[in-house]
């Protein structure tokens, strides 16, 4: 089992900055896979960004390659998201994925198999 749980969200101004991170406990958190998604009211939930176990690799959603970046600390079961020049269409619940069983980057939602339970970014115009 994994255990995930967010922080860093809130309210910021369109072209401010946030980092949220996603601390991991159980399951050894360097054995796998990690990734961002983010769900806006009446929408599907939809990938931001993934990170490979080591961190040597990522990928970004088109929407956000070049203002956000992940990022992992596998010393403090921690994984990372600094996003930069934020928009109001930017504004969602952000969740942290796991998938221990698998070293590369995972893009599918279903692929995953720990959630936490999302942080509220909201970015005002």
């Known amino acids: 089992q994994v255990q995930l749980v967010e922080s860093g969200g809130g309210l910021v101004q369109a072209g401010g900055s946030l980092r949220l991170s996603c601390k991991a406990s159980?399951?050894?958190?360097?054995?796998?896979?990690m990734g961002w998604f983010r769900q806006a009211p009446g929408k599907e939930r939809e990938y931001v960004a993934g990170?490979?176990?080591?961190?040597?690799?990522?990928n970004y959603a088109g929407p956000v390659e070049g203002r956000f970046t992940i990022s992992r600390d596998n010393a403090k079961n921690t994984v990372y998201l600094q996003m930069n020049s934020l928009k109001p269409e930017d504004t969602a619940v952000y969740y942290c994925?796991?998938?221990?069983?698998?070293?590369?980057?995972?893009?599918?939602?279903?692929?995953?198999?720990?959630w936490g339970q999302g942080t509220q970014v909201t970015v005002s115009s």
């Open positions: 994925a796991a998938r221990p069983s698998f070293s590369g980057i995972v893009i599918g939602r279903n692929e995953y198999e720990y």
């Open positions: 159980g399951r050894t958190f360097s054995s796998g896979a």
């Open positions: 990170i490979s176990r080591t961190g040597i690799r990522t």
